[in-house]
């Protein structure tokens, strides 16, 4: 069995930064075998990818918006996927999501979705 559990969302200003975080329980495999990403969505409005990291961290994957702004660290040892925001916009306004898979990167789904936390960025 497999929990994820976002924080770190919150309000702030733009320009600012906020950092979120996605710990794994899990019973079965380790950590270190998920390929892992983070999405975002808005009421109404389909979900999409942030950004993803590979299982080995070998390989990183950013949407256009999130290039040169967010960067996805993942530790190991901690069970932890981090999504570091810098520079938001309002724009960025919107629930994320962290998701885990263990397979073929760049994964053609995820089976593992945590709860969500809020971010909102005021203008």
């Known amino acids: 069995q497999v929990q994820l559990v976002e924080s770190g969302g919150g309000l702030v200003q733009a320009g600012g930064s906020l950092r979120l975080s996605c710990t794994m329980t899990?019973?079965?495999?380790?950590?270190?075998?998920?390929?892992m990403g983070w999405f975002r969505q808005n009421p109404g409005k389909e979900r999409e990818i942030v950004a993803d990291?590979?299982?080995?961290?070998?390989?990183?994957h950013y949407a256009d918006f999130a290039k040169d702004r967010f960067t996805i660290p993942k530790d190991n040892g901690k069970n932890t996927l981090y999504l570091q925001m810098d520079s938001l916009k309002p724009e960025d306004t919107a629930t994320y999501y962290c998701?885990?898979?263990?397979?073929?990167?760049?994964?053609?789904?995820?089976?593992?979705w945590g709860q969500g936390t809020q971010v909102t960025v005021s203008s």
């Open positions: 998701a885990a898979t263990i397979g073929d990167y760049p994964p053609r789904g995820y089976d593992f």
């Open positions: 899990t019973s079965d495999r380790p950590f270190r075998i998920y390929n």
């Open positions: 990291i590979s299982w080995g961290m070998f390989s990183r």
